[in-house]
């Protein structure tokens, strides 16, 4: 079994910037791939980025590219989402999954395992 587990989040202006973590335990293997998305009410859940823990290829929503950057820390079993320029349209709960097969890492449905979330509020 493998526990995620979010952690960053808050309430910040538009403008800000906030970095999330997402820290994974249990048993893990040395190679998977960790995303993050992020689901705002009333909406459906949207792939933001991924990275591969073993090459550190890094998969990016168009839209969400520039402004949000993914990093990984291997020692720490960690990944990270950098997000810069906050707009009030990135209220959202966010949350990373791991998966440990290739395919398409923008679906959400591929994905094996998920954290709790943690909630990112955009105030104007």
């Known amino acids: 079994q493998v526990q995620l587990v979010e952690s960053g989040g808050g309430v910040v202006q538009t403008g800000d910037s906030l970095r999330l973590s997402c820290e994974a335990s249990g048993r893990t293997s040395s190679v998977y791939v960790l995303g993050w998305f992020r689901q705002a009410p009333g909406k459906e859940r949207e792939f933001i980025a991924a990275i591969n823990r073993g090459s550190s290829d890094t998969y990016y929503a168009d839209s969400l590219k520039g402004r949000f950057t993914i990093s990984r820390d291997n020692a720490k079993n960690a990944v990270y989402l950098q997000m810069n320029s906050l707009k009030p349209e990135d209220t959202a709960v966010y949350s990373c999954?791991?998966?440990?097969?290739?395919?398409?890492?923008?679906?959400?449905?591929?994905?094996?395992?998920w954290g709790q979330g943690t909630q990112v509020t955009v105030s104007s």
């Open positions: 999954a791991l998966r440990y097969f290739g395919g398409d890492y923008s679906n959400a449905g591929e994905y094996e395992y």
